[in-house]
């Protein structure tokens, strides 16, 4: 049986995406302590973080960056949690479309990612603490939409 912080965990994550999808920057804010980290790592999160925003102010600026594309979609799996009294650790699989119009041809960049993560918990529920967005691989293709 799935025990009632690990469906609050799986739920935030999911919000996150769902939030992400509809480009609301308020909701990921919401879903974040004030001092929150996000970096992006190629391959394990233990590996040099290619990008990195901390604090609502630039998570806002970074994520208003998803504009330039015409959707998102994020399709989260796999998800394992570990929880320690007031925080946790967490990693979810993910595969993430991001729809872009190049030269008039929409094109597909598919990201196959991991996001290991911590969370803390706060008055009002689960928060994310920080989130490593882990690529595997990518795929960019054309698409007849």
């Known amino acids: 049986m799935i025990d009632v ?9 999911l919000r996150y995406a769902q939030a992400v999808d509809r480009l609301d920057i308020d909701a990921i804010i919401a879903l974040m ?3 929150a980290t996000i970096s ?16 609502h102010e630039e998570i806002r600026t970074g994520m208003a960056r998803l504009e330039r594309y ?8 796999n998800q394992l949690f570990e ?10 699989y993910c595969t993430a479309h991001h729809v872009q119009q190049r030269d008039g ?12 993560d911590r969370f ?11 989130r490593k ?11 007849g939409r």
Do not use: K, P
């Open 120 to 130: 803390a918990r706060a008055e009002d529920g689960w928060l994310f603490a920080q």
């Open 105 to 116: 041809v929409l094109h597909d960049m598919t990201m196959y990612i991991r996001y290991s």
């Open 33 to 35: 302590t004030s001092e």
């Open 40 to 55: 992006t790592h190629h391959g394990d999160a233990d590996n040099e973080a290619v990008s990195s925003m901390t604090g």
């Open 133 to 143: 967005l882990c690529l595997d691989f990518s795929t960019d293709r054309e698409t």
């Open 70 to 77: 015409v959707t998102t979609f994020h399709l989260v799996g």
């Open 5 to 13: 912080d690990e469906r609050a965990l799986s739920r935030l994550v």
């Open 83 to 92: 929880i320690d009294g007031d925080d946790a650790t967490g990693e979810t």
